[in-house]
């Protein structure tokens, strides 16, 4: 089955302890990328990669580090989170990179950041 | 300052009438829009598109239209069900190079609900 896999799906941490949320797909997509959602503020973008090894910032990049090793995984890193990136995060990928291509979601990850 | 809007929060129809939700954008720079549907624990999932060469774009008993002079798109829902009910967000794009395309914009949403 055709999927993007976050993980974890919930997590309540303390401010500054690192943490990763694994986003994984399974569709040889080439752009993969991570919002987070607020209310009132919709999906907001935090980076986006175009290929293996290229990524860019998006909207809110602050507080957060991404990489692309390989094709199918792009992680999100908050080296040292704190309670305003509590939110609820998505990791999408679309098929290529030709502009107007719709991203498949993970359901998302829910941060509590005390 | 958002550059993609929804203006309206929620939306109430009855069904089997038509839905139709709103979006405004600012940056006329953008070259596709989307439409998403989010159902509740759930990503968000693709519904429709439209290119900014196009005004009219129609999928089943969704359709896009897109007023560019106006900067404002929508999207009609005809006959609207039950199983409609979710959060639908707008979402622009802007093409960077000929084989890329910049970050996504994403408006705030609606929630649209349908009353049986």
């Known amino acids: 089955e055709a999927q993007v896999t976050q993980n974890p799906r919930y997590l309540i941490t303390v401010t500054g302890k690192k943490l990763t949320v694994t986003c994984s797909q399974n569709?040889?997509?080439?752009?993969m990328s991570w919002y987070r959602q607020d209310p009132g503020l919709g999906l907001r973008q935090i980076y986006y990669?175009?290929?293996?090894?290229?990524?860019d910032k998006g909207d809110v990049p602050e507080g957060y580090k991404v990489s692309r090793k390989e094709k199918r995984n792009f992680p999100l890193i908050l080296e040292s989170p704190s309670p305003n990136q509590t939110s609820l995060y998505f990791c999408?990928?679309?098929?290529?990179?030709?502009?107007?291509?719709?991203?498949?979601f993970g359901d998302g990850t829910r941060l509590s950041i005390l | 300052d958002q550059q993609v809007k929804q203006n309206s929060p929620s939306l109430s129809v009855q069904e089997g009438r038509i839905s139709i939700l709103n979006c405004d954008y600012t940056?006329?720079?953008?070259?596709?829009f989307l439409w998403y549907k989010k159902y509740p624990a759930e990503g968000p999932t693709f519904l429709i598109s439209?290119?900014?060469?196009?005004d009219k774009n129609e999928d089943g008993r969704f359709t896009v239209f897109l007023n560019k002079s106006a900067k404002h798109l929508s999207l009609h829902i005809v006959p609207s069900q039950p199983g409609d009910s979710a959060v639908y967000f707008c979402?622009?794009?802007?093409?960077?190079?000929?084989?890329?395309?910049?970050?996504?914009?994403f408006g705030p949403g609606t929630s649209l609900s349908v009353i049986p």
């Open positions: 999408a990928s679309s098929l290529g990179r030709a502009p107007g291509q719709p991203q498949h």
């Open positions: 569709m040889n997509h080439e752009y």
């Open positions: 990669s175009m290929n293996v090894e290229v990524t």
């Open positions: 940056n006329s720079m953008f070259d596709y």
């Open positions: 439209i290119s900014s060469i196009k």
């Open positions: 979402a622009a794009s802007r093409e960077r190079m000929k084989t890329s395309y910049d970050k996504v914009i």
